[in-house]
């Protein structure tokens, strides 16, 4: 962002990749598969890099709001600084805190996620989805409760999916009665408290159900749990779970 | 002495009303000792929101069983009391079915009364026996031990009766309509009750008459005291339903309020040319704690929000945490809100108007921190309430009290949030190693 800022220009979009997206292996890939999406479609996209700093949403949703509005104010500035207006992002966490909760400190942007960004892509003809390797795959969509609950966006990633020629199938519960998968409300980063079993145990069940092919995900978190759920059974030979972005990188063979 | 049915009548419906009132004023004296908060914005969406939703029942129908022989209750309840105030005027001027003037429009009316009162008692018992034959999973739950349970079955007996009661003065009217005895005039159509009245053939006229008074008497007084006894149950549903689903947020459900005492100090931190000290002259400003620890510390709509839930358990059949063993039980935490709350109640009236601490509060004397840590923040129980209280917002101000008052976050998110203030980032990651990605 800081070069183009020089050079004076100004993005398409600012894409915010988010300290999942940023630090953990296995979310980096769907960073990289994001961004091979955006060059291979042209899109004129900068990133903060280091200037990036988590926007605070486990620390809120921890009860630290000291903490979240410190984070949110001093990306603010930054983002403000360099005259940001859209934002794009591949977590539900960034993207719903962005969206709702900076507005009122002082961070006014239009906030999209990866899968509505991808969507409006596709209808402007500069995206094209192929089956390819997806032909036929059953795929079932986990909800982000992020995406879906807290912002009703629940047909961009379908749409996307049906794309692919897939069968896209939808688990017992989906959409606005979505299961979570145990990893919001900042459970990412504790250990469960004492039950008969963990959430994410309970939502793999929910998506092998389907007996898909791949389980979709929208967000990094869910991603990780959904992996590990998928572990436990072990059906990691036969199940994959993949983030949208990779889906559609992978079917372009990108 | 003519008149004596009718002064008694005022009494009994004045005392009932009256008490009734009374309760109301406590009510709303508790919900107020919530903290302030603006609810009042986009009146059009929050009107919608109550004719959809509380009136229309929108969100009811989500588990279609429940939600469709609820709205025969509704209705039924709703439509059956247009019939109450025939009833008051009769009771206080001594007439007798005093709408029939309207001949065919009340026949309809009273016939289709019964056809609700009917279908009301079929749904009635439906309920029952959900709770008490198949015990279906939210109402078998712990969390409805005790008082709770037997509150529900006192409601659902009360409607039986209360609608039993109806169908029973209808039958005995209609039989001394058929009779011809002076004073009932022949009005209504009786589709249900005409199969009831021949249980009184063979009655002298005089005995009937006393039966079809007793019904009356009965089926008005017995509505009194439901009337009363919503206050004490988790009745109050059928009122505050509306309020509620008025005054509920209308932002997105991912957002969670900022709160504006933190944005002061924060801004006061970051900008250089603050001057502390000018900064503490408004300090009474800022509020005695951060978060909640007791219910006066949450905002009036949350304590609304308790009197108003009904204790239907769908937020926590629909919670990923109780769904997997854990402890947390939204329907609990509403529970716990309004328990407190009524303990509250009583200390003020105990002490003349004026709280007297009690070395008690809603935090660990009703909600243990266990319950709040186990919370996704998913808002499925938000998503699922029929009139849209939201559990998650009251679970958030707590862990907020925990964390800024207490310091008592679990360990392993005290180490996340150490990690975002030295890094930027949840895990230990150089801040510098952000962009790596890129090349890697």
């Not at chain 2, 609608?163 to 002076?182: P, R, Y």
């Amino acid at each position: 962002m800081a070069e183009m800022m020089a050079q004076g220009q100004q993005p398409e979009v600012v894409f915010w990749v988010g300290c999942a997206g940023s630090f953990d292996d296995r979310a980096k890939r769907i960073t990289k598969a994001f961004v091979k999406i955006l060059n291979n479609a042209n899109v004129s996209f900068a990133v903060l890099g280091t200037e990036e700093s988590c926007t605070g949403d486990p620390a809120k949703r921890a009860g630290n709001e000291f903490l979240f509005q410190m984070q949110a104010m001093m990306n603010i500035q930054v983002l403000n600084a360099y005259e940001a207006k859209k934002i794009v992002t591949a977590c539900p966490h960034c993207f719903n805190t962005l969206k709702n909760e900076y507005p009122e400190l002082g961070g006014q942007y239009e906030v999209i996620h990866h899968t509505q960004f991808l969507k409006s892509l596709l209808d402007e003809g500069r995206l094209k989805i192929e089956g390819g390797t997806y032909k036929g795959k059953r795929i079932t969509f986990h909800d982000p409760c992020y995406l879906g609950r807290a912002n009703n966006v629940y047909e961009a990633p379908r749409t996307l999916i049906e794309k692919l020629d897939a069968e896209l199938v939808e688990m017992k519960r989906s959409r606005a009665n979505g299961l979570c998968c145990g990893a919001g409300g900042a459970q990412m980063f504790k250990e469960p408290e004492q039950g008969n079993k963990d959430v994410n145990i309970e939502r793999t069940e929910d998506a092998l159900e389907t007996k898909p092919e791949v389980i979709a995900a929208g967000c990094p978190f869910c991603n990780t749990m959904m992996t590990d759920g998928v572990k436990h059974f072990e059906k990691e030979s036969e199940v994959k779970v993949l983030d949208i972005a990779e889906l559609i990188a992978n079917a372009q063979d990108l | 002495m003519a008149y004596l049915d009718n002064i008694f009548f005022a009494v009994v419906l004045a005392l009932g009303v009256g008490y009734f009132a009374l309760n109301v004023k406590k009510l709303m004296r508790n919900i107020k000792l919530g903290q302030a908060v603006n609810r009042t914005d986009n009146p059009k969406a929050r009107w919608n929101n109550m004719l959809m939703i509380a009136l229309g029942q929108s969100k009811m129908v989500k588990r279609p069983v429940s939600g469709i022989m609820h709205i025969l209750v509704y209705v039924g309840f709703v439509i059956i009391n247009i019939e109450m105030l025939e009833i008051v005027i009769d009771g206080l001027f001594g007439t007798h079915r005093v709408f029939a003037f309207m001949g065919g429009f009340y026949s309809f009316l009273i016939g289709s009364f019964e056809v609700l009162a009917v279908l009301v008692l079929v749904a009635v018992v439906v309920f029952w026996a959900r709770r008490n034959v198949l015990k279906l999973g939210r109402f078998a739950s712990t969390d409805l031990n005790g008082k709770p349970r037997s509150d529900a079955n006192i409601i659902l007996y009360f409607e039986i009766v209360l609608m039993s009661l109806f169908l029973l003065m209808n039958a005995s009217d209609f039989w001394l309509q058929q009779a011809g005895v002076s004073h009932y005039v022949s009005a209504g159509s009786f589709p249900v009750s005409h199969f009831i009245s021949p249980i009184f053939d063979g009655l002298n006229e005089g005995t009937v008459v006393l039966l079809e008074r007793t019904f009356w008497w009965m089926h008005i007084v017995g509505i009194l005291i439901f009337l009363n006894y919503l206050y004490y149950s988790k009745h109050l549903h059928i009122l505050l339903a509306f309020p509620n689903t008025y005054y509920a947020d209308l932002n997105a459900k991912g957002k969670i309020d900022n709160l504006e005492s933190v944005t002061r100090e924060v801004q006061l931190m970051m900008d250089p040319n603050a001057d502390p000290f000018a900064a503490q002259a408004s300090t009474d400003a800022v509020p005695a704690k951060f978060g909640a620890s007791d219910v006066m510390d949450l905002n009036w709509v949350q304590l609304l929000n308790a009197y108003t839930c009904t204790e239907c358990g769908r937020c926590t059949s629909s919670c990923p945490a109780n769904q997997t063993g854990k402890k947390l039980s939204p329907r609990k935490i509403m529970m716990d809100t309004r328990d407190r709350l009524e303990e509250v109640s009583r200390n003020i009236d105990a002490n003349k108007g004026v709280f007297i601490p009690d070395n008690k509060s809603l935090l660990n004397d009703y909600i243990t921190t266990e319950e709040l840590w186990a919370c996704t923040s998913c808002n499925a129980c938000v998503e699922e309430c029929p009139v849209n209280i939201s559990p998650l917002s009251i679970i958030m101000d707590m862990r907020r009290y925990l964390v800024m008052e207490q310091s008592a976050a679990p360990q392993s998110l005290n180490a996340m949030m150490t990690n975002i203030e030295n890094n930027g980032a949840p895990w230990q990651y150089n801040q510098m190693d952000r962009l790596n990605w890129k090349s890697e």
